[in-house]
């Protein structure tokens, strides 16, 4: 197999969003693995809670998609894992950027505006998708890239040593992203290694570490689909007030809606969300078409009216499965007290 190795142009590697699937060629080339890497989980944050992984590289050399496990949780060319935080509100109230291995602070770039892309535009980018980052050099050719910082929030210069777990920046929303996430590229000799699997073809029953610590390799656990936000609100939501965050709840004179966001679906998962009220009663059940594709995120939401005479006081639990194949492989229970 040939690698082809990547010119590091400053701090060009890019982190396309899933909805814009347009992205400059990047060979999706993996280096042999030395050992002597170990990558901690690099954000201070805790998958399954606070974060989830949205992209994994794209080890498919080809036009198509594959994840290390030959699954669809990345897009064409993405060099990088991506570690996404829920919304903007998560953002703003600050995550912090990790070192991931020792290192000495290689490069970096500040002043990229928090804008989404889909907002500035392309063009205005020049070059910059990786927004606000930092490379760190680790040694023996051995460097990671850490994209979509968070302006202003770089906690070190060039030159300086970091250990493991130091916090270098924030979060933002900096460069080619539509949504707040850490986008960490790791090489080696200025080739993109895969720190999931960094040798070898995908393999749906791959289980190693990778690069990963035992923590980090733990906490990373492939999924094959996640839920990344639930809520309620008192009207209807939609998929831009979900990424804002901060969305007003529901008060017993108002509607009742309660809403979803899962990411990394597969074509043909069919979705239900059903609101039961405090006697257990269902108030409303809300069922998917199967989808007709893979999503790398999808938004649904099921609600009823305010009424007559206001909410009865008591708990309102929602209930969101994911069937896939007729067996339910996600299930979240969520509630409000009203
Ligand atoms: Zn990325």
């Not at 609600?303 to 008591?314: D, E, F, H, S, V």
Request: glycine share 12%.
């Amino acid at each position: 197999m040939k690698f082809a190795p990547i010119l590091l142009a400053g701090l060009a590697a890019a982190c396309a969003p899933p909805a814009s699937q347009a992205q400059n060629p990047q060979p999706a080339a993996t280096a042999k693995a030395p050992a002597g890497l170990q990558l901690d989980f690099p954000v201070a944050c805790q998958i399954g809670a606070t974060c989830e992984v949205q992209n994994y590289v794209d080890r498919d050399p080809g036009p198509g998609v594959q994840d290390y496990r030959c699954g669809s949780n990345t897009y064409e060319a993405h060099g990088g894992v991506d570690i996404r935080v829920p919304d903007m509100a998560a953002q703003a109230a600050g995550v912090e950027v990790l070192a991931a291995a020792p290192g000495r602070v290689a490069r970096l770039r500040d002043g990229v505006p928090d804008i989404s892309v889909t907002v500035r535009g392309k063009a205005a980018l020049q070059g910059q998708d990786c927004g606000n980052g930092i490379v760190i050099d680790h040694g023996n050719a051995w460097e990671t890239q850490y994209c979509h910082l968070a302006q202003g929030s770089l906690k070190v210069k060039v030159g300086d040593q970091v250990a493991a777990g130091t916090p270098i920046a924030r979060i933002g929303l900096s460069g080619n992203t539509e949504y707040p996430h850490l986008h960490l590229t790791v090489r080696k000799d200025g080739a993109m290694v895969d720190p999931s699997a960094p040798e070898g073809a995908c393999d749906p029953a791959r289980n190693g570490p990778g690069l990963w610590s035992p923590p980090a390799a733990q906490a990373m656990a492939y999924k094959s689909g996640a839920v990344l936000n639930t809520g309620f609100a008192g009207a209807p939501v939609g998929m831009a007030a979900i990424e804002a965050g901060g969305v007003a709840g529901p008060t017993s004179a108002s509607a009742l809606v309660a809403y979803v966001r899962a990411i990394n679906l597969h074509g043909g998962d069919v979705q239900e969300l059903t609101l039961k009220g405090p006697g257990g009663e269902e108030l409303v059940s809300s069922t998917q078409p199967a989808l007709d594709r893979a999503k790398a995120q999808y938004f649904m939401m099921a609600g009823k009216k305010a009424q007559a005479n206001g909410w009865p006081p008591g708990r309102y639990v929602a209930t969101y499965t994911v069937r896939r194949g007729g067996k339910v492989v996600i299930s979240r229970t969520f509630e409000t007290t009203l």
